[in-house]
């Protein structure tokens, strides 16, 4: 890809740095001359919280009593991890023994409870985007959250709007929602509120403009940085930006920031999108956490915004900080001002009153990410601790419920001649790999980095360990029995030659079974992408390409032509190329079955058979022609230097580019089918009163403080009778030599090494598009409400997600961009109604010079239809 003429110019303040080949961790208080110019506007200071922010002022209250009794390395220890595999978390702060506190443990993942056991793996972001179902989304976040809670962690890391999906084949794309800002916005509110109604922290990732996974960190090919995401003001605030202000008016209590960099500033420190966009312009009051590692600076990250470091280590298990004893020293010798320090814990802490968290309702860790085992070390790097670290408490309670019906109504049906919902049949052929289990078990690969078995769920730290996983293969041969079906299944998917030729194995059980008469044969086949950390068949995180794995067209072909009552069931993290075969009259039907989680088998066949008429719909677009989509990047393309990505695509992702360019889709985005139809009429728009739009004027508190602390050094050593636990991170010092604590010789004052107006607290101008959660309050005034008839014409009860698109009418909008939806459950006969309120911000562009939201004058239209290109109404506004 190109560098554009912008990106070289920031670089190029860049390059020096890494050029000279000082490592990031020496940026932190050396010299000047050496640190980058931030290429992303300085945004200082950092924003501290509001007593008086909506939602947050009880939790700030409680927050406020707490933090006012803690001294300043009890502080420091709420900011900071303990160490890469210190405690039993994936992430784990230091605690505060003397008032009782335990500290937080954050804990992967977004489908459940990573690294332990008895849990469920609930459907995928991309699989619960598919309901479009509110009430889903919700239930599954709470399920979850109870899951978490539970077993002892205080923090869920997800939901996941962050990647949105901008490449196709993005690895970790199925972790989030969609390709859209509104439906990704919708997933992280709903699950969020689910997750935290359980009484647990909810952590919004990956901030900001995380979209592959090849070059994320150095050290891929020798690169030394992490690639930059070049994005201009208005496509951040249009399309990425925009689900994470849904997240935080859902109340989010804390973000992860990401290991990209976004405009060549590192995202943990990049105080432009932590301090001016999520603090200030959005208005965030809960807590920044860095991705692991993904600190990089102390003194310039605290100044940028971050709020506690995850794991708290340097690097995995250095026994060094950037915080912790750092961190203490900083406050102490006035780098890093007191009211700093005093907001990163008011602002963890309120985080953690506003889900519920008392002293007193505190969960003790019941289980060990590092270990299955009964008994082990409590510290698992150190191997220090010998003790019960398993208690294998069981979490799942009737889970299982909610996982199959997102599962099932996550389902989407792409094509169907008739033949389903299955009845009658006489022989049922189930055909391929993906229908089976993986030979070595569900979690028989670590993070489940393999494509082997049916695809349960994608790979990376984003997963969970299966307590079981229902096969379709088991599911379907149960149902098959009972409806009185012969049943075979076959899981290699090479058993399909009818020669004994060169390229020929000679093995013909496929052609064998699915040729017999009176048989329906389902194909199942899948594609893998995952976290970049595991590379399968040569995917480094991101997909190589779109095609099915395992050969899976050949496997479609050889069935379809010979079986002409063939369905293909299709488990992807994404779209997949169908263009060989999806028009076959062979091919009867086709069902997208998303990343199913541990119930995938029964899910697929409630669909099967009608018990749940299939209601999903497509959460991204399945292009016949992919060339105008944006690309991962896969080659460096500025040498050893941090790749510069560019958007220069803007908001055209997925159906906007198609749009766009005038590529017809095989199956657009909102797209599915159902076992009934539905008849849309009588679109009305009304006008709602509205009062004028006003800039958010004001200005804010100064900076407050809570307690006090001690400038002497000595007072902050290690306790005389202290025991180290090996490369554990402890608030204290071994010295009272400032040089050996900060591990340099050239300590400088705060003037020398930061930007002007870091240590400033006095009260700050408000931004025009701030004020309040999510931005200016008057954005999410309701301005129109759409109204539309859908009724079900058809014979069976089912439901249909009816959407709103809008054209915003400028010559540089999108053809259209969905801005609601309702899912309508109707009985054949009835009629549903679909209401959508359009707030301001849904009629609103960005104006990069007003650095504000504004209507424009050109004429604005809705269209009501059941997919992106079926836009069966319209109104003008
Ligand atoms: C990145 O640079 C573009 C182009 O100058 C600018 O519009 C945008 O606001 C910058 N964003 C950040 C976060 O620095
Ligand atoms: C900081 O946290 C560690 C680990 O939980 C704990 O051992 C230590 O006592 C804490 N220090 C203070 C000052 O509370
Ligand atoms: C303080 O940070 C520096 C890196 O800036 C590191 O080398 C040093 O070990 C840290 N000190 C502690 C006590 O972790
Ligand atoms: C204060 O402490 C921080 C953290 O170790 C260090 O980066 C900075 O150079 C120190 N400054 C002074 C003036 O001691
Ligand atoms: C499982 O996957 C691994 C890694 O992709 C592969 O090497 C192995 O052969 C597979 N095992 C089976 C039994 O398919
Ligand atoms: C696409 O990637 C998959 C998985 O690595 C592989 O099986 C398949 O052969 C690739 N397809 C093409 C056309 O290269
Ligand atoms: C069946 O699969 C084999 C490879 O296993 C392939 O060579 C052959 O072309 C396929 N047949 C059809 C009709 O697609
Ligand atoms: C469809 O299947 C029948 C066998 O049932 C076969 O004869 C025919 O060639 C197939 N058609 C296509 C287009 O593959």
């Not at 999520?278 to 102390?298: A, H, I, P, R, Y």
């Amino acid at each position: 890809m190109k560098v554009s003429a912008f990106a070289v110019a920031v670089l190029a303040s860049c390059d020096s740095v890494v050029a000279a080949g000082v490592s990031p961790r020496d940026q932190d208080g050396t010299d000047r001359a050496k640190l980058p110019m931030p290429p992303s506007p300085p945004s200082y200071p950092s924003p501290w919280m509001n007593p008086k922010g909506v939602g947050w002022e009880e939790a700030y209250e409680k927050a406020k009593a707490f933090v006012s009794q803690l001294t300043l390395m009890e502080k420091v220890n709420l900011t900071t991890g303990t160490g890469w595999e210190s405690d039993q978390c994936v992430g784990n702060t230091g605690s505060v023994p003397r008032l009782g506190f335990n500290g937080f443990c954050t804990q992967d993942s977004p489908v459940g409870v990573r690294l332990t056991d008895f849990n469920t793996v609930f459907p995928a972001g991309v699989t619960t985007a598919a309901t479009w179902d509110r009430a889903l989304m919700y239930a599954r976040g709470l399920a979850m959250g109870q899951e978490h809670h539970d077993k002892g962690s205080t923090v869920q890391l997800g939901p996941v709007c962050g990647p949105i999906g901008r490449a196709p084949e993005g690895g970790r794309n199925w972790e989030g929602f969609a390709p859209d800002p509104v439906l990704s916005g919708v997933g992280v509110a709903e699950s969020i509120k689910g997750i935290q109604d359980a009484g647990v922290i909810a952590c919004v990732k990956h901030f900001i403009g995380y979209e592959q996974e090849h070059f994320r960190s150095a050290g891929q090919d020798d690169v030394v940085a992490s690639y930059s995401s070049n994005i201009d003001d208005q496509t951040m605030h249009e399309m990425y930006l925009w689900p994470f202000a849904d997240a935080v008016r859902a109340g989010v209590g804390s973000v992860m920031c990401s290991y990209n960099q976004i405009n060549n500033s590192y995202g943990c420190q990049n105080s432009k999108v932590l301090n001016g966009l999520l603090k200030n312009e959005l208005g965030f009051q809960g807590f920044v956490m860095s991705d692991w590692t993904g600190q990089l600076t102390g003194v310039a990250s605290a100044a940028a915004g971050l709020d506690m470091t995850m794991p708290g280590d340097t690097a995995f298990d250095s026994g060094e900080s950037f915080w912790g004893a750092n961190l203490t020293l900083a406050v102490v010798n006035g780098t890093v001002p007191e009211w700093r320090i005093d907001d990163m814990a008011m602002r963890i802490m309120a985080a953690y009153f506003k889900v519920g968290r008392t002293m007193e309702n505190q969960v003790p860790v019941n289980f060990d990410s590092w270990s299955f085992a009964t008994e082990g070390p409590l510290h698992f790097a150190a191997d220090e601790g010998h003790q019960q670290i398993n208690w294998h408490v069981d979490v799942r309670g009737d889970h299982a419920k909610v996982a199959r019906q997102v599962a099932a109504e996550g389902s989407v049906l792409l094509k169907n001649n008739g033949i389903l919902p299955l009845r009658k049949v006489k022989q049922v052929a189930v055909i391929g790999s993906d229908a089976g289990p993986n030979l070595d078990g569900p979690n028989g690969c670590s993070d489940r980095g393999c494509d082997n078995g049916t695809l349960g769920m994608a790979w990376g730290s984003g997963t969970a360990n299966f307590a079981y996983l229902v096969t379709p293969d088991a599911a379907l041969q149960a149902r098959a029995i009972q409806e009185g079906s012969a049943y075979q299944s076959i899981f290699d998917d090479y058993t399909t030659d009818d020669s004994n030729t060169q390229q020929g194995n000679g093995l013909t059980a496929i052609p064998d079974l699915v040729s017999q008469a009176e048989t329906v044969s389902i194909v199942f086949v899948n594609a893998d992408s995952g976290e970049g950390y595991i590379t399968v068949g040569g995917n480094t995180g991101d997909r190589n390409n779109l095609t099915l794995w395992h050969s899976g067209d050949d496997l479609i072909k050889n069935v379809s032509a010979l079986c002409d009552k063939t369905i293909v069931v299709i488990h992807s993290v994404g779209p997949v190329v169908v263009e060989d075969w999806y028009n076959n009259p062979n091919v009867s039907a086709i069902v997208w079955a998303g990343i199913p989680g541990d119930q995938s088998g029964n899910a697929i066949a409630d669909v099967l058979y009608g018990d749940v008429n299939p209601s999903g719909k497509s959460p991204f677009s399945w292009a016949s022609d992919r060339s105008q989509l944006p690309d991962v990047l896969y080659k460096p393309n500025n040498g050893k230097l941090a790749p510069q990505i560019d958007f220069t695509e803007g908001v055209f992702i997925d159906y906007r580019a198609l749009d766009k360019a005038d590529i017809t889709p095989t199956f657009e985005f909102g797209f599915g089918l159902s076992y009934t139809t539905f008849e849309y009429s009588n679109i009305r728009v009304k006008k709602n009163k509205a009062s004028a739009y006003k800039p958010t004027s004001g200005k804010t508190i100064h900076a407050p403080t809570f307690g006090s602390f001690s400038n002497s050094l000595s007072h902050y050593l290690f306790p005389s009778t202290w025991k180290n636990v090996k490369y554990y991170i402890y608030p204290y010092f071994t010295s009272s030599d400032p040089a050996k604590i900060a591990g340099m010789s050239d300590l400088q004052p705060a003037s020398k090494f930061l930007p002007p107006n870091v240590n400033n607290g006095k009260s700050q101008p408000l931004l025009p598009a701030g004020g309040g959660p999510g931005g200016n309050p008057l954005l999410y005034e309701e301005l129109y409400t759409v109204t539309a008839s859908v009724m079900n014409t058809g014979s069976v009860a089912g439901a249909e997600v009816a959407q709103l698109y809008i054209s915003l009418g400028g010559p540089k909008d999108p053809k259209v961009q969905l801005r609601g939806f309702d899912k309508l459950f109707l009985k054949p006969g009835e009629t549903g109604e679909l209401s959508v309120s359009l707030t301001r911000r849904d009629l609103s562009n960005w104006d990069v010079v007003t650095q504000d939201w504004f209507i424009s004058e050109c004429p604005k239209k809705v269209y009501v239809g059941s997919s992106s290109r079926r836009l069966h109404l319209s109104a003008e506004l």
